[in-house]
């Protein structure tokens, strides 16, 4: 069978290419494909037909993918080379700067009853993670590398047991007036403040998780406010 289908198209075929200077790529194509169509029964995708018209259409899809990319994920942190950078601030404007973090520690019913009644042998739990947390926010700049060196106005730590939970809930706030923002400050803040709940009450477990870390709200800077929906 494949022998007389071959028969039946070289011939043709033949006389297709040789006389391709009387007619023209296009209407040479078109024949070949009508042939193939009475042969096969169906005409071959069209993509073959428009080949050489697809790649200026793909180029052009992947030139407005880049794009869009280049618009929406603006990293400051990232130099036009692609190189890690500090961002320079000094043509920002002064302003209020507030930011509120907060994270959990799951403690579990027996470590939460020991830290509950302070009998954590470490000593007392919360106001050693609360003096921690403040203190973290201060090093921020020394603890994430391109972090600006912020001076803060205000820190505060506040941490809460929760019964029904087993758990401790932990909000930090920084505050700032100044040419760029204090989020990463109060995120330290509570992660830190977390860390040293662990480190705590490690002895009486360690299947104790830091969990939820994340920005709350934030006041001031070009982008305004933000709060994070309930």
Not at 90 to 119: E, F, M, P, Q, W
Not at 195 to 204: F, G, R
Request: hydrophobic content about 35%; some cysteine.
């Amino acid at each position: 069978m494949f022998h007389r289908l071959s028969a039946l198209m070289l011939p043709k075929s033949r006389r297709l290419f040789c006389s391709s200077s009387s007619h023209d790529l296009a209407s040479t194509i078109a024949e070949l494909n009508k042939e193939m169509e009475f042969v096969f029964g169906e005409a071959p995708p069209t993509s073959i037909t428009g080949s050489s018209e697809s790649q200026p259409v793909s180029q052009d899809s992947e030139f407005i993918s880049t794009e869009n990319i280049k618009n929406e994920s603006k990293l400051t942190h990232v130099s036009v080379k692609g190189e890690a950078q500090m961002v320079d601030v000094s043509h920002k404007d002064i302003s209020k700067r507030v930011a509120i973090a907060s994270c959990k520690v799951i403690l579990g019913k027996t470590v939460y009853d020991l830290v509950s009644a302070n009998h954590i042998a470490k000593g007392d739990v919360l106001s050693v993670a609360k003096i921690a947390g403040i203190t973290g926010a201060k090093q921020t700049s020394n603890l994430i590398p391109l972090c600006h060196n912020i001076d803060l106005t205000h820190v505060r730590v506040d941490l809460r047991l929760n019964h029904d939970k087993y758990c401790v809930e932990i909000e930090g706030e920084a505050a700032s007036t100044g040419k760029t923002g204090v989020e990463m400050e109060a995120m330290t803040a509570v992660t830190l403040a977390g860390l040293t709940v662990y480190d705590m009450c490690k002895a009486a477990s360690k299947d104790i998780q830091i969990t939820d870390v994340r920005l709350e709200h934030k006041i001031g800077g070009k982008s305004g406010n933000w709060s994070r929906e309930k």
